[in-house]
């Protein structure tokens, strides 16, 4: 096996991590990939388990690319203000092939996820919640993070007195750059937005920004409405059911 850890006293935990995953009992995810917590030196963590890949992939992952663990981990370090706090990776190998890999980090307490505010009109605070996601993502934007999958459900989001706290996670997919105006726009396409929600982030983000306001909401929305006829192209080739 290979594997890291953010300090010494999560070796144990990690280089025993499948026992671990094995014996906790709390799933809370179990679809392509599964994640569980456990209570670690009264610590909650969550051991997020990656779909072990096929055959083409075990190869990649092996020998030409990091693994979606590893990934996870090293990017979390790089922005570790926005995520919640790694732990660390653990990588087992079959055959001198990637099989299982685990990902572990601090489990975040979040209210509530961007998804929620987005699929209900009538979200109580909504706007207030939507004027806070712009100035995250613009400080995201600042930072040259560009969050590959930033999708709803890895949007998380915490309620305190007066205020919203945002981690993003699922951050094995991301890339490092200086952002175009058009770039930053375009980075809110994925999170399946009602063309309203969209504009009210945008109002809110162009604050930010040197950008006239409809202009923004139009690059928005164009890069918004080409995602959504992607992914339902795709659905209809699946014979899916289509929203939106
Ligand atoms: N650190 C965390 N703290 C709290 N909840 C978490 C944490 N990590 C993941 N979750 C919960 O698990 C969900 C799925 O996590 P994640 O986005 O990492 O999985 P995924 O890779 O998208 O899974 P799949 O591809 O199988 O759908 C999140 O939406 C969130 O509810
Ligand atoms: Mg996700």
Request: aromatic share 14%; net charge positive; proline share 2%.
């Amino acid at each position: 096996m290979k594997y890291k850890v953010l300090s010494k006293s999560y070796t144990n935990l990690v280089e025993n991590v499948r026992e671990y995953f094995l014996e906790a009992d709390t799933n809370i995810w179990d679809r392509r990939n599964k994640i569980k917590i456990l209570l670690f030196q009264k610590e909650e963590i969550t051991i997020k388990s990656f779909k072990i890949p096929h055959i083409i992939n075990k190869i990649a992952y092996t020998f030409f690319r990091d693994s979606k663990a590893k990934k996870s981990y090293e990017n979390s370090l790089k922005i570790i203000d926005f995520v919640p706090k790694p732990i660390g990776y653990a990588e087992f190998f079959q055959f001198g092939l990637l099989h299982e890999s685990y990902f572990l980090c601090e489990k975040f307490n979040y209210d509530f996820t961007i998804r929620e505010v987005l699929v209900n009109n009538h979200y109580e605070d909504k706007n207030t919640i939507f004027q806070a996601f712009a100035a995250f993502t613009y400080k995201l934007h600042e930072k040259g993070i560009e969050h590959l999958d930033y999708s709803p459900g890895n949007i998380l989001i915490r309620k305190l007195d007066n205020s919203y706290e945002f981690k993003i996670i699922d951050v094995n997919r991301m890339r490092f750059k200086k952002f175009t105006i058009e770039e930053r726009l375009e980075n809110f396409a994925k999170l399946w937005a009602k063309d309203d929600d969209l504009r009210s982030i945008v109002n809110a983000y162009v604050a930010f920004i040197d950008i006239d306001k409809d202009r923004a909401i139009d690059i928005a929305l164009k890069a918004s409405q080409k995602h959504k006829d992607k992914k339902n192209l795709k659905k209809k080739l699946k014979g899916k059911e289509i929203v939106d």
